[in-house]
Structures are given as structure tokens and as C-alpha cells.
């Protein structure tokens, strides 16, 4: 018995010693942190370092960054490679991503129209015009890192993430770095790379934060106090720039602002262990085109290091963490959905905004959407989400809103057509004008033509809205006789066209239901008083103009409205249908032979891209009238180029403005768009069509059309919109015209 507890007593013995020796080469082993610098575009080089210390086998233990360098940290400390990273980030359109560019999907109809017509627009408080904080609120870049980060939603603390991680922000009202290790961690990162003007500040427990960059942009520091032994630094800041490259405001600004981080970093590099510096002087903050060429250096630069990266490798014997293949769910079944921060609001609302129901399962892309129509109101400066997980994989919805005190906007444009001549639009537009979810808006058109638009709204979302309407609008153009005369008038005077001036002054009152955000149905009261005049023919009683209409009228009407085309002047896909109808019960009578008429129309278009270049948009549409005898001056006339055309015009290419009129009229357009540089389209048209009155009497309208025309055209999709050339051609009267267009249609 003696001699089996020796031995029991010398196992135990060696044991302990050999823990005691796994323990002591676990304490030399270096704990090796990784620190990442902010500097925008530039930033994608981090993504070439990670993927040469992924392929060295290198484990990092924690993770430090700043703005760009927070945000390629946290997906990588939270579990994704660098090969992934690489391959996220190249199908990520970072024109979208940084600005406010909410996809036209999030708009309703509404609040697509009113958004769709102005080139800048401004907050106006007081009489007085105020910048706002920032270009964009940062809702897509928190959207994207909220789906990628979706497998770690539920962990609040940083430091257990797969590889522990912080970052940096600044507190903007005290100039103090805040060090962001806890809460919710797509937010955080993005405070950090809250870039001052570009993006809008970012509120966490209390305090307003910037981008990390000003105070700390390489956050070395205070990831040594972590107890790293051996830093792996990646530095993507900008040198100083000498006086040949600093020919502007802004890079001045930028040479200012680099003066400290500068400074900063002759004493950071050399407390940093492995420095890697990639290749940068050919870029900015904004190169996200060159992203390849910018990871591809900095994979150079780390294998600059090779040999001291090796040696690191050899003293590690820990593995790094195991980084599978992430994915994020197609759906989540989403129990509960918390609402806070309303005031002015109603909770049914932000949930018909979001188009969720709690206990049903929505796509990831869905709940983004929903995101976006919140923010595409502007009632919120901000809209925040958390996703926690609960029992059985499902999900609570934790939003919470900052409503904006912001609730008049002075929006401005510029416009130029060949029918309305050149336009200046100012425009008013008063949020909780009477209501808390209402909105008020006035266009004041000044030019050659005065017009104006004035929109009263009261958003109920999936409920019946109530809208009230009101435009002026006027014109004088060259108009074919049949338009306004008989064949026996026309023929007596001896005239094919007549000079005319139309005013036209409609208001409307009118229900409206979403059955989802492209799909709406309209129903409404509408007044319409129509003037037509001409100088070209004097009247009998010897006065300046002859006077063909001027009379009021008073019908019911009716709109059907479905719309998933992702651009409406330069669709690539989607489908746009737009159904009209109009009972006319009532008129002033000016001609004293009045009688009840409707008027029926659509228009149906379908668009779709050939390559990444090239897209078609195949359109079609049809009108015609019940008692056609009724008001010729409510016919369908076609000529011109055009959008936005009041009444039944109808733009045709090959013929001049108001040229082929009747009261029927069916026709066709094949639209090719060639986008060959970013912005830029070459545009080419080829429309037919058949107008007649009586047209769908019999089957002639089957027919081959008895009309055509085609275009080429050159587009540019500039901040104040389309600025357009366009040539066009009919062969049936051999005549050509030029159309141009500058800003947007209103």
C-alpha cells in the first residue's frame, strides 16, 4: 500500500509540473494585437493585410481601429477573413453606401413624386435657410454592418467577440476620444467612421459622436493597455502634401487637419513593432473605384515584412480562431417589435413604415427596406434598430427614432423643355403642417410660363390617406387645326396650325391606399378649369383672340398606380403600370353643348439590362374616349418630347409638340440606354403609334402603325437632373427636330 501511494504521490507530482511548464511557455507566448488607422477608401488596404496574415496563419488577439480601420476590424475581429472581406466589399456600390441614395423601392408613390423634381433641398427654420449636419445619414452603411454582423447581434461586449476588439470615436461637443468597447457594435463602428460633413453625428448613451480620426486615428495606445506584447500596425494616413497639391479649399482643410495625426504618428510607428505602411499617395478618401488596386498594395506591403511576420508565426503556438464561411439568414422570424423615442408619431406608424408584423418572418432585405422607408419619410434625423435573439431563433425588433425638428424644407430647381421654356422652381414644404402625420407642399414655377403645384397629404400609410391637390399650368405653342377645329373649319381658314395658349387650373380631392409601396389606388373629386385661346384667328366681333375653350368641369376619377422601376428617367429594371379613368358629369358648358364623356387610359412599361451597360424599357400605352363627340379639347394629342405632361398630351418622337390629335390613340416605344461612363447614356428611341378617333371601334388598330418616329440622344444624370440632346426623325413626313431638356421635369 505504501509503495502504490508513492506512486500516486510521484504522478501527481509530474503532472503538476508539466501544467506548471505548459502555463509558463502559455505566459512567454506574445499576445499579439492588431491596430488599423482610419483613412476612407484607403482603408481597403487592411483587407490586403489580413489576407497575408490569414495565409501566415498568424493568430491576432485583439483588434483596434479607427473609422475605416473599425469598420474592416470589427468584421474581422467578429469573425470573417480576409479573403472574405475582399470578396463583401467588391460587391458593395459604395456610391450608394455613403450617401443618402435610399432606394426609390423604400419611397411610397408620394413621397416618389415629391422627391423626384427638386435639385437641393434645405432645411428653412425660421425664415431663415439652414445647411444640414451632414450630406447623409449613414442608414445604408448601418444596414449593410447590421446584416453582415447578424451573428454576433447578441453579444454586447467587444471584448468576447471571436477576436476581442474596440474602437475609437470622438465626443464632438467636448473634443474627447471615447473608447467604444460595449453596446451595440454595427453603431458603434459606425460613430467611428462618422466622417465630419459627410456623415451625420451618431447619439450613444448620451453623447453625440464623430469619426475617431480626429483625436486618435491609430489607436496604439490603448491597445498596448490591453496587454499586447507585440503590435502589428497598419497605417493608411495621408502625408503632408507640399504647396503644388494644394490648389483648393478643401485640401487645405485636409493638409490642416493631417498637421497632428502626422505629428502624432513619427512617435506611433515606432512604438509599433511590425509597421506596414502600404502604397496610398495615388489615392483619397473617396477612391472606392480603385479598391482592387488599393488591397492589391496592401498585400505588397505585408509581404514587405514577410521575414518578421514569420519569425512571429514561430513563437505562437495557440491557433487562430477557426474562420468558416459566414453567412447571413435569408429570413428571421421576428416575435416582437419595440418602438421607442415617438413623440409626435403613433406606434402603428413606424410599423406601417417598416411593413412589419410582429410573429411573422420577414427576408433580411425586407427588414432593410423597411429601415429605408422610415428613413425616406425625413420625419426622423435618425432610425436605429437592434436585432436581440430570443427562444427558437426568432427575433425582437428593437427601433428607436429621433424626430426631427426640422419640419420646413426650402427645396430649389432648374428646368428647361422645348415646350415650357426655362422654369426656376422654388419650393415650400411644411411637415405636421395640421396634423402629425401630414405634409404641405408649394411649387412656385417662374419663367417663360408661370405654374404652380400644391400638395396637401395626410400619410396613413396602408390606410386611407387623404390628399388634396391644386395646379396651374399654362403654355402657348403651334398646334395642329384638327386639334381645336372641325375639317370644315379648318379647311375654311385655310390653316394646318394655329398658334393657341392653354391655362389649365385643376384641383383635386382624392382617398388613396397603399396596397404596398409601388402599388397604390386612388379614388377622388376632381375641378378642372380649361382655357384655350388663339391670336391666329380673329373672332367676328373683331376682339384680339379667338376663344375656343373656357369652361369648368367637374369629374369623379380614378388611379391605379404600380411602380418597381429603380429610376424613373433611367429605369434598368422593374415594371411601371399607371391606370386613369375620368367621368365627367359636369361643365360650365362654354360651348353650350355639353354632354357627359369618359376618358380611359394606360400605361404599361417594362425595363430590363441586356449587359451591365446596356438596358431596354419597352413601353406601351392606350387611351381613348366614351361619347367622343363630347370636348375635343380633352382629346389625346401627340407630339414633342416630354415628361410630366398635363391633361391627355402625349410625348412623340419624330413630331413636333400637340401635332397628331383625336380621341383615341394606341402606341408603342423600344427605349435602349447605353450607359458607357458612369452618368452617362446614350440614348436611342424608336416609337410607333395609331390615332384616330373612334380608333378601337373595329380592329384597325391592329394595324401597321400609321405613325413613327425615332431618336438619338445623349443624357447626363447630373445633380440637377437629366441635361438631355436629343434628334429625332419621322419618315412619314420626312421632318426632323431637336429636343432639349435640362433638370427635372416639373
Known amino acids: 500500500m505504501k509503495q502504490i501511494s508513492i506512486a500516486i504521490l510521484l504522478i501527481l507530482t509530474f503532472c503538476s509540473s508539466l501544467n506548471a511548464q505548459e502555463q509558463e511557455v502559455e505566459s512567454k507566448e506574445p499576445k499579439v494585437g492588431l491596430v488599423l488607422s482610419g483613412g476612407g477608401a484607403k482603408g481597403f488596404a487592411h483587407i490586403g493585410v489580413l489576407k497575408v496574415i490569414d495565409s501566415l496563419g498568424i493568430r491576432v488577439d485583439y ?53 423626384e423634381r427638386y435639385a437641393v433641398t434645405l432645411p428653412f427654420d425660421h425664415l431663415k435657410v439652414k ?29 468576447k467577440l471571436p477576436i476581442p476588439f474596440f474602437c475609437i470615436a470622438t465626443d464632438v461637443e467636448t473634443g474627447q476620444q471615447v473608447v467604444l468597447d460595449k453596446g451595440n457594435l454595427p453603431q458603434s463602428v459606425r460613430a467611428s467612421g462618422a466622417f465630419p460633413s459627410l456623415f451625420q453625428p451618431v447619439e450613444i448613451n448620451g453623447q453625440l459622436l464623430i469619426d ?105 503556438i495557440k491557433k487562430p480562431i477557426v474562420r468558416e464561411a459566414m453567412h447571413s439568414p435569408d429570413s428571421l422570424q421576428i416575435n416582437y417589435i419595440e418602438t421607442n423615442g415617438i413623440n409626435k408619431y403613433t406606434r402603428s406608424y413606424i410599423l406601417g413604415k417598416l411593413r412589419m408584423r410582429p410573429y411573422t418572418k420577414v427576408t433580411y432585405k425586407e427588414l432593410s427596406e423597411g429601415a429605408n422607408n422610415v428613413v425616406a419619410t425625413n420625419n426622423f434625423d435618425s432610425f436605429f434598430y437592434e436585432l436581440k435573439k430570443e427562444e427558437d431563433d426568432a427575433y425582437r425588433v428593437i427601433t428607436t427614432v429621433n424626430e426631427t425638428k426640422k419640419t420646413t424644407f426650402l427645396k430649389l430647381g432648374l428646368h428647361y423643355d422645348d415646350l415650357y421654356k426655362s422654369a426656376i422652381l422654388a419650393n415650400i ?13 408649394l411649387d412656385l414655377i417662374i419663367g417663360d410660363h408661370v405654374r404652380y403645384n400644391f400638395d396637401y397629404f395626410i400619410d396613413k400609410g396602408i390606410y386611407w390617406s387623404v390628399g388634396l391637390k391644386s395646379r396651374y399650368n399654362e403654355f402657348d405653342q403651334a398646334v395642329v387645326a384638327d386639334a381645336f377645329l372641325s375639317q ?29 409601396n409601388d402599388l397604390a389606388l ?76 369618359s376618358i380611359f387610359k394606360a400605361e404599361l412599361g417594362y425595363a430590363f439590362k441586356a449587359t451591365d ?22 382629346d389625346f394629342v401627340l407630339g414633342g418630347y416630354g415628361n410630366n405632361f398635363i391633361n391627355n398630351f402625349k410625348p412623340f418622337y419624330g413630331y413636333d409638340f400637340l401635332t397628331i390629335a383625336a380621341d383615341s390613340y394606341i402606341k408603342g416605344s423600344l427605349n435602349l440606354d447605353y450607359q458607357f461612363l458612369p452618368k452617362n447614356h446614350l440614348m436611342l428611341t424608336a416609337n410607333y403609334a395609331n390615332v384616330s378617333d373612334r380608333l378601337f371601334d373595329d380592329a384597325d388598330w391592329l394595324s401597321l402603325p400609321e405613325y413613327s418616329g425615332y431618336a438619338l440622344g445623349y443624357s447626363l444624370d447630373s445633380f440637377l437632373g437629366p441635361i438631355e440632346a436629343k434628334y429625332s426623325y419621322s419618315p412619314e413626313t420626312r421632318e426632323s427636330y431637336w429636343f432639349f431638356n435640362l433638370g427635372y421635369w416639373f
Open 131 to 159: 445647411l444640414p449636419s451632414a450630406l447623409s445619414r449613414g442608414q445604408n452603411v448601418f444596414n449593410l454592418l447590421t446584416k453582415l454582423m447578424m451573428h454576433v447581434s447578441d453579444e454586447n461586449d467587444f471584448s
Open 522 to 597: 386612388s379614388l377622388g373629386l376632381e375641378h378642372k378649369k380649361l382655357k384655350v385661346t388663339t391670336e391666329t384667328i380673329l373672332s367676328s366681333d373683331n376682339q384680339n383672340e379667338t376663344i375656343f375653350e373656357n369652361s369648368n368641369y367637374v369629374s369623379l376619377f380614378g388611379q391605379l398606380k404600380f411602380d418597381t422601376y429603380d429610376s424613373k428617367y433611367y429605369p434598368t429594371e422593374g415594371i411601371s403600370f399607371l391606370g386613369e379613368a375620368n367621368y365627367y358629369l359636369y361643365s360650365s358648358d362654354y360651348a353650350a353643348e355639353f354632354s357627359p364623356f
Open 429 to 441: 414644404t411644411k411637415n405636421q403642417f395640421l396634423l402629425k402625420n401630414d405634409v404641405a407642399s
Open 613 to 634: 451597360k446596356l438596358s431596354f424599357n419597352l413601353v406601351t400605352d392606350a387611351g381613348f374616349k366614351i361619347n367622343p363627340k363630347a370636348n375635343q379639347f380633352l
Open 212 to 316: 475617431g480620426g480626429v483625436v486618435n486615428n491609430y489607436p496604439i495606445n490603448k491597445l498596448k493597455a490591453k496587454g499586447m506584447d507585440i503590435i502589428i500596425g497598419v497605417d493608411v494616413q495621408d502625408g503632408l502634401a507640399n504647396r503644388t497639391d494644394l490648389s483648393s479649399a478643401p485640401q487645405i482643410l485636409f493638409q490642416i487637419n493631417n498637421f497632428r495625426t502626422i505629428t502624432d504618428m513619427k512617435t506611433k510607428s515606432k512604438e509599433t513593432d511590425i509597421y506596414i505602411k502600404p502604397d496610398i499617395t495615388k489615392f483619397n478618401v473617396v477612391s472606392f473605384d480603385d479598391g482592387n488596386q488599393i488591397i492589391k498594395n496592401g498585400e505588397i506591403a505585408t509581404i514587405g515584412k514577410i521575414e518578421v511576420l514569420q519569425q512571429l508565426k514561430q513563437k505562437q
Open 63 to 115: 483588434v483596434a481601429g479607427t473609422s475605416m480601420g473599425a469598420i474592416i476590424g470589427s468584421l474581422y475581429a467578429s469573425g470573417y477573413s480576409g479573403k472574405q472581406l475582399d470578396s463583401i466589399f467588391k460587391g458593395v456600390n459604395f456610391d450608394d453606401l455613403i450617401s443618402d441614395n435610399i432606394p426609390r423601392s423604400a419611397k411610397s408613390t408620394y413621397e416618389r413624386e415629391i422627391s
Open 488 to 516: 370644315s373649319e379648318a379647311s375654311s381658314i385655310g390653316v394646318n396650325k394655329i398658334n393657341a395658349e392653354l391655362t389649365d387650373f385643376t384641383n383635386q380631392f382624392y382617398l388613396q391606399t397603399l396596397f404596398r
